[in-house]
């Protein structure tokens, strides 16, 4: 791969290449300085392209942001003059400010960073030059939107394409890091926008804000890049799609700049994520720390051991192409009304392809199986030792199912030489994978242990714990809980419509007609935590339902008969899938039962804040008092009780009180939902969590702190 390195054009290379064996090969500055000169990705006549400057008068002048002006001249009685002044702010405090050579200065040390922290960085690199030969010859804007699951992803996204001689894009940034002393700066040169969180009330930003995207659609020769999700996914799953910044981009089209806009989105999969543990904690209800420039140089002690964030998958989807979404009409209807809006449907319908492509082109890492394996074990036969040997045949077969019936793209092991046999080859993947979780799973005398992770609660500052202040006794066991459900959760985009399948099956069988209905209701109730798209039409479900249960049909791990469907021989198979799911049916039946008897236990009002606090709070009791709902420490999670409350507040079972700020419920569909979840036939672990948890920790260690 070493003539990319040079800025030259390079033979394609089919599936993933591991952009940095390269770069330890040759040195970082005669790299980072070389000649070049970036490939831009949108084709405009040189009049149409904007510099800074221009960008900002293009947007003062625009038509809507003039008015805007005016309008709050006069209604505030202060001078136009004044309102511009404020307008230039703005725009002065938004705009990037493009600058190559602090991008190679930056690039030097970013690749010593990446060098370090990780041992491979894997990219497709055949998609990635099918789209840099497009961009050399089409006028349509690329936008880039890559999955958020650590800070690092937008810097390794830049750190791609400044290797492959592409142009940085436009980034859309929040204001934590314009905040932040010199480095707010620095990355504005690297291509950062600056977005202010929250503006729908502020009728100048607002306007400014869709003047700059519009202008930066047409008038920029650099790609835009955003995070569909809005912020980093705590749980390393996707995220719902937020709407804004999208239904802008989109709303360009009608503008007529640009013959189409095409979305180009990229799944990032960290073998480790850096903020693997603070992830833990925010989940939990700790805060994360405010960004900062100190904190930044504090967070480079994960430079003290090599490689210990182990791969990365950098896998680049099909572009989607805006324009096949908005057609001709919607261009003539803005023409004739200037008032005209691109219907919703149209803007969500891109963000849930953007979102499944995400979620198809995830690559599972080892970790993703062997944490699933051990979540399961935990639960089913703690006492029995997890050997290297046992760990390797769960792994071997377990995969073989995800990648050939599920076709999930999985990580495979290429440093094994020809002659060894397969079980040799998966052993050595399952030890490389351990390597950098070995402050949370290790062997210990050949056996799978876990390590405690939680080390006190000495530095936590409860006056802002966001949800319920959670025991000694229960951080002693969560944390470490939390952990390997993060490395679980993955597997989930491909697992979830087989998992709900296994939730309606009982023992002795369910009808058929029975398990399609109990399907559609946990698809519903679920969408919104697997971020699947909503669908009416029963034909659909039922098509989608059929499909997944052939899949678990042909694993015998169900078998149908007299229009019933019975669990089959795979025993095993129905277990995982089935325990894996319960948390997430677990948690809503329990937030349901807590607002069914809200004014009983409470004389607080009802809000999202206080029904976090008491689900938390209730989920704690559940685990140490009873053996049946919530037994699983990933029930505390804030990020599983909000998507819960988020689906209960979709559905209309619960109703926000606009006035009041508070909600109130729906009792005829709360009580209706809550006898169906209790008709399911869930089947607990016979052996509480809390019970399990003790037989299967490893001797803490000393040496690692949480980074809280």
Not at 624 to 639: A, G, I, N, R, V
Not at 685 to 692: E, F, G, K, W
Request: hydrophobic content about 40%; glycine content about 4%.
């Amino acid at each position: 791969m070493s003539s990319h390195i040079n800025g030259l054009e390079m033979e394609r290379n089919a599936g993933f290449v591991d952009m940095l064996e390269y770069r330890r090969r040759d040195c970082d500055f005669l790299w980072a300085t070389r000649s070049m000169e970036p490939m831009l990705p949108h084709m405009l006549p040189p009049e149409s392209v904007y510099d800074r400057e221009k960008i900002m008068q293009a947007v003062l002048q625009d038509k809507q942001v003039r008015v805007a002006i005016d309008t709050i001249a006069r209604t505030a009685g202060v001078g136009v003059k004044d309102v511009e002044s404020r307008a230039r702010a703005v725009i002065n405090e938004m705009a990037s400010k493009a600058d190559l050579a602090t991008v190679r200065w930056l690039g030097i040390f970013i690749t010593k960073a990446m060098k370090r922290m990780f041992s491979k960085i894997y990219i497709n690199e055949s998609t990635l030059f099918d789209l840099k030969k497009e961009t050399r010859i089409s006028q349509v804007q690329y936008i880039y939107v890559p999955s958020h699951r650590s800070y690092l992803d937008f810097i390794l996204l830049s750190y791609i394409l400044f290797s492959y001689d592409m142009a940085l894009p436009n980034i859309a940034a929040g204001m934590d890091f314009y905040n932040m002393k010199i480095v707010g700066e620095l990355l504005r040169k690297t291509g950062a926008f600056y977005i202010r969180r929250s503006f729908s009330n502020d009728l100048l930003y607002k306007q400014i804000f869709r003047a700059y995207i519009n202008t930066i659609v047409s008038h920029s020769d650099r790609a835009i890049e955003f995070f569909v999700e809005g912020t980093r996914s705590r749980s390393q799953k996707s995220t719902m799609p937020k709407y804004g910044l999208l239904s802008i981009i989109v709303e360009s089209l009608l503008q007529g700049d640009v013959p189409d806009i095409h979305f180009v989105p990229m799944s990032i999969n960290y073998e480790r994520p850096p903020e693997e543990l603070l992830f833990v904690y925010e989940m939990l209800g700790v805060p994360k720390p405010k960004e900062s420039t100190a904190g930044l140089f504090r967070s480079l002690s994960v430079l003290q051991k090599p490689f210990a964030h182990g791969r990365i998958f950098f896998n680049i989807g099909e572009p989607i192409s805006a324009s096949q979404f908005v057609d001709k009409s919607y261009r003539q209807r803005k023409v004739l009304q200037p008032s005209f809006k691109i219907p919703s449907s149209v803007v969500e319908n891109i963000a849930y392809l953007i979102i499944e492509s995400h979620k198809r082109n995830i690559v599972l890492m080892p970790i993703n199986i062997i944490a699933l394996l051990l979540n399961e074990r935990i639960q089913t036969k703690p006492r029995e030792l997890y050997t290297l040997d046992v760990l390797v045949q769960d792994y071997q077969w377990f995969k073989s199912f995800v990648t050939k019936s599920l076709k999930a793209l999985m990580y495979e092991t290429e440093t094994i030489h020809y002659a060894c046999c397969s079980t040799d080859k998966i052993k050595q993947e399952i030890l490389e994978s351990l390597k950098p979780h070995d402050e949370l799973i290790v062997l210990d005398s050949n056996t799978l242990k876990i390590k405690q992770r939680h080390k006190g609660v000495k530095r936590i500052n409860y006056s802002n714990i966001k949800g319920y202040p959670l025991s000694e006794q229960t951080l002693q066991m969560a944390v470490s809980a939390i952990n390997i459900s993060i490395y679980i959760n993955p597997t989930l985009a491909f697992l979830a419509e087989t998992t709900f399948i296994t939730a309606t099956i009982g023992q002795n069988g369910t009808q058929t007609e029975v398990a399609l209905e109990r399907y559609q209701l946990l698809r519903k109730l679920l969408s919104t935590e697997f971020v699947m798209r909503p669908i009416e039409d029963k034909t659909l479900i039922k098509t989608e339902w059929e499909r997944s249960l052939s899949i678990l049909l042909s694993q015998d791990c169900l078998y149908v008969a007299n229009d019933s469907i019975f669990v089959g021989n795979n025993i095993k198979l129905f277990s995982i899938l089935h325990n894996v799911i319960l948390p997430f049916i677990d948690i809503i039946y329990v937030m349901c039962i807590l607002l069914s008897e809200w004014t009983k236990r409470t004389s607080v009002e009802l809000t999202d804040r206080t029904i976090l606090v008491e689900t938390q709070k209730e989920v704690e009791r559940l685990i140490f008092e009873t053996k049946d709902w919530c037994q699983h420490p990933y029930c505390l999670s804030l990020d599983l009780c909000n998507t819960s409350w988020s689906s209960l507040l979709s559905q209309g079972i619960i109703i926000h009180q606009k006035h009041t700020n508070t909600y109130q419920t729906d009792k005829m569909k709360l009580t209706y939902l809550i006898g169906a979840l209790r008709e399911l036939p869930l089947q607990h672990p016979t052996i509480t969590y809390v019970d399990a948890f003790p037989l299967i920790i490893s001797t803490p260690s000393i040496d690692v702190q949480a980074k809280l």
